[in-house]
């Protein structure tokens, strides 16, 4: 043990903000982890508003659709969408623009992250608002719907509102997901802060520093974020009960 506290205390230096050390590289990732992970989820919490409408109240031909789509994005694995994916998306947008004569262009691995992970947030998405929507009481939906309220009005001033505390707590553990699926992103080498990491463990060989500071600033995250949730969560359910009362 005192061997093992001695390596450690020997490099805790390699995590200085400054050279040597690889503390703002750690950091340069973790931010870039957060921009994908915030990308990704507000790209799927879009997706899984349409997709969540789509399976209640569209036509049938959308509902299949939205369940083909759903059913393969939770069937299979997610390291496996995202190589698909990430691969798939980048060739294509390469083949439309040498169609039209453009050279092909390197796209940015934030946008590619964001949009790789979006597609697998929002079948997530769409199944927690789906089940929160039909949570909200259905009087208030006749009454809005009796008074004559378009639909778009409707979703916007009652639906919307009061589904909000029923898929918070889902949504809430989406984005943790998020947090940590940006993980996946260094299979493709994307410097997100698993990479980051990787990268400075293989350099100085201080794996177990390296990956132990990582775990922290992972948890920091996650417990930033659940309080942060837990506040929306808390605010969305006391507004819930003074309408209700």
């Known amino acids: 043990m005192q061997i093992l506290g001695a390596i450690q205390a020997s490099t805790l230096p390699l995590l200085a903000l400054s050279p040597p050390g690889w503390g703002a590289t750690l950091l340069l990732g973790l931010w870039n982890s957060v ?58 947008v390469n083949q439309v623009l040498l169609s039209f004569g453009h050279d092909r262009i390197q796209i940015s691995g934030i946008a590619a992250g964001i949009a790789v992970l979006g597609v697998v947030q929002g079948a997530y998405s769409t199944e927690v608002l789906r089940g929160a929507i039909l949570a909200v009481p259905a009087g208030q939906i006749e009454a809005a719907r ?70 922290v600033l992972y948890l920091l995250l996650s417990i930033v974020s659940t ?14 009960r003074r309408m209700g009362g």
């Open 227 to 240: 309080l942060i949730f837990s506040r929306i969560e808390a605010w969305a359910r006391k507004g819930q």
């Open 35 to 92: 921009q994908i992970a915030f990308g990704a989820f507000a790209l799927g919490l879009t997706i899984g508003i349409f997709g969540a409408y789509g399976k209640l109240y569209g036509s049938p031909v959308v509902k299949d659709l939205l369940a083909i789509y759903t059913t393969i994005v939770r069937a299979v694995p997610e390291l496996v969408l995202i190589l698909i994916l990430y691969f798939a998306v980048t060739d294509a």
């Open 146 to 215: 009796a008074m004559g309220m378009p639909a778009v009005l409707l979703a916007r001033r009652i639906t919307l509102p009061l589904m909000m505390s029923f898929a918070i707590p889902g949504l809430a553990n989406l984005w943790l997901v998020a947090t940590k699926d940006t993980a996946l992103l260094a299979v493709v080498g994307f410097a997100e802060l698993t990479q980051a990491t990787r990268q400075a463990a293989s350099t100085t060989k201080a794996f177990f520093t390296f990956f132990a500071a990582a775990g």
